[in-house]
């Protein structure tokens, strides 16, 4: 039993899957990390951005990582395919935030000469 736990169940047949989506363990594994990560996530955006003067510093880390999370979503869409169109909206947003955070740390800086 202990080497077939794995083994598809005629439950797991009818389970309809989408391009890039054969194997299901790596959704047991993750499902668990994501709420608390993204939410730590997001409120070290709100809190570098939320003071009357941002954070500039901070942000630009948090881009770097909203960049490279962009980069780990094209790596796992090349190699096993285009999992959802909504995963186009979030790689267009993972990769364009660094830049518009660039932008807005440069007016901010030539505002305050």
Avoid: K, Q
Avoid at 43 to 51: P, R, S
Avoid at 93 to 103: G, I, K, Q, R, S
Wanted: glycine residues 12%; without cysteine; proline residues 8%.
């Amino acid at each position: 039993m202990g080497l077939n736990r794995h083994r598809r169940t005629p439950a797991d047949r009818r389970i309809p899957r989408g391009p890039g989506h054969g194997h299901r363990s790596h959704r047991r594994l993750a499902r668990p990390l994501h709420g608390p990560v993204l939410a730590g996530y997001g409120i070290a955006w709100l809190d570098a951005a939320a003071a009357d003067r941002p954070d500039l510093r901070r942000m630009r880390l948090l881009a770097g990582l909203m960049f490279l999370g962009g980069l780990g979503r094209l790596a796992t869409r090349a190699t096993l395919g285009r999992p959802h169109p909504f995963h186009d909206v979030l790689l267009a947003v993972e990769v364009a935030a660094p830049f518009v955070v660039e932008v807005a740390a440069r007016g901010s800086r030539s505002a305050d000469r």
